[in-house]
């Protein structure tokens, strides 16, 4: 495979709308679209669903919001993000390359965790839930060091709105199965039990979330696959380190020195921006299974809804952001999906003065996930545009890092709110979190940001 041509190419001037279109169809978009479900299965599983799980067996809201902390592993990736980018695995890396090891082999942790956490019931003993969900975080992160390197040097830079959003359709496609296909498995796996009237009725099954967790670990196979075909991005030879001190310069110290060199008193600002920017939408997520729980609402009525609306809405949030970013620029897409995360929590507001209204619940996951697919899009193609591709894994990471850090720490808390002040008060103080990232977008897109070196 040859080095990508970053900068000037076919889409030096405004692409036609069919050119965009084609751009879609290319080899390393539809790869993204793969590697992007293999990426966004683990989160709700360890996360949403695993929440709803939780709440089903009657672990208590407070308990719920503290597991959350298992995605900090998401947080603090960057701290191994070196090790990505420069070591290499045993055997792995001469027969792959160093992208496509790094991945298989995360790969491979997430489907074991996956089957730890399906063989354990939360009911009878946490810790063991805790430690598996925390390895399926930890491969799920480290994968996400590797993908994004392997997508960031795998196109030109002008096609890395569309990677990121075919990459953004596999990963929301990838939550909703992880969300919505989860809950339908447990529910259809679920045996049905006689009640007093001989009316069959459903209670808490941990045999129907075992086969629901045991068909996600085998879900991440097609990712596996992909990952055993894909060529691997043109290998950027990297000096030889004298000494330990020497490398741990050059692997630690000189990807994040690059980054203030370039962008000297800006950097600060977009950090900034990075940080904050999925907020509204991390902080709520950690409540909204919980929240359907408590609502009355069924794992199949949120199952189908998710399934039809949230897929329809996301993969028409995912490309219209990365289809817009193509023509107008990433920033005014950016400010839009700023914007719209924080407008659909007051929906969910909403809906929790609505009662058990499923027509309610539809308005709002459409809502939320066409929000969140064009948020999502524009963000990543954002966050790529920052990254020098020299140091792709260790910046990218950085970034996506500083992204979940702060909101996953303050959702730990989150349980706690609502026991205090209630759901519809949530969901208004996050909408209300996303306030100050409108400001931040707006500085960000009035200073000429130096172009990162491709």
Not at 391 to 407: E, G, N, V
């Amino acid at each position: 495979m040859t080095t990508p041509t970053h900068g000037m190419g076919p889409f030096a001037d405004k692409p036609s709308w069919i050119d965009t279109v084609k751009v879609y169809l290319e080899p390393a978009s539809l790869r993204m679209l793969s590697l992007g479900f293999s990426a966004g299965l683990p989160l709700l599983l360890v996360f949403g669903t695993l929440s709803f799980w939780l709440r089903e067996a009657g672990i208590d809201r407070t308990t719920i919001g503290f597991l959350s902390w298992v995605g900090l592993a998401y947080g603090f990736k960057w701290v191994w993000s070196p090790l990505v980018d420069r070591m290499p695995i045993p055997i792995l890396t001469r027969l792959l390359g160093r992208r496509r090891s790094w991945l298989l082999l995360s790969q491979g942790v997430v489907m074991l965790g996956l089957m730890g956490m399906a063989l354990t019931d939360p009911r009878l003993e946490l810790a063991p839930v805790v430690w598996c969900a925390l390895a399926v975080a930890f491969g799920s992160a480290t994968q996400d060091i590797a993908l994004d390197a392997f997508r960031i040097e795998s196109a030109a830079v002008e096609r890395q709105a569309a990677l990121a959003a075919t990459y953004q359709a596999g990963y929301r496609l990838a939550m909703i199965w992880a969300g919505a296909g989860a809950l339908w498995i447990a529910a259809r796996a679920e045996a049905p039990i006689l009640g007093n009237g001989s009316a069959a009725i459903t209670a808490y099954q941990h045999g129907a979330w075992q086969i629901a967790y045991l068909i996600m670990a085998a879900s991440m196979l097609p990712g596996v696959l992909t990952v055993l075909l894909s060529p691997e991005p043109a290998h950027r030879p990297i000096p030889p380190a004298r000494n330990a001190i020497d490398w741990l310069r050059s692997a630690l110290v000189e990807p994040f020195a690059d980054f203030i060199t370039r962008y000297r008193w800006q950097a600060a600002l977009l950090l900034a921006l990075i940080a904050t920017y999925r907020i509204s939408d991390v902080v709520m997520g950690i409540m909204a299974n919980p929240f359907y729980v408590d609502m009355g609402f069924t794992k199949d009525e949120v199952a189908a809804v998710t399934k039809i609306y949230g897929v329809i809405m996301t993969l028409v949030g995912a490309f219209v952001g990365g289809a817009l970013a193509l023509r107008m620029g990433v920033m005014p897409v950016l400010m839009l999906g700023a914007a719209l995360s924080a407008a659909t929590n007051l929906l969910f507001a909403w809906l929790a003065g609505q009662g058990h209204n499923l027509q309610a619940l539809i308005y709002v996951i459409s809502a939320d996930n066409l929000a969140s697919g064009i948020a999502s899009a524009a963000f990543i193609a954002y966050l790529s545009s920052l990254t020098n591709v020299n140091y792709s894994a260790t910046q990218y990471a950085m970034f996506s890092s500083m992204m979940l850090l702060l909101p996953k720490f303050i959702a730990g808390y989150s349980g706690v709110y609502v026991d205090r002040f209630g759901y519809s008060s949530f969901f208004t103080a996050t909408a209300l979190l996303g306030l100050p990232v409108l400001t931040l977008v707006w500085l960000a897109s009035r200073m000429k940001i130096p172009s990162s070196p491709h």
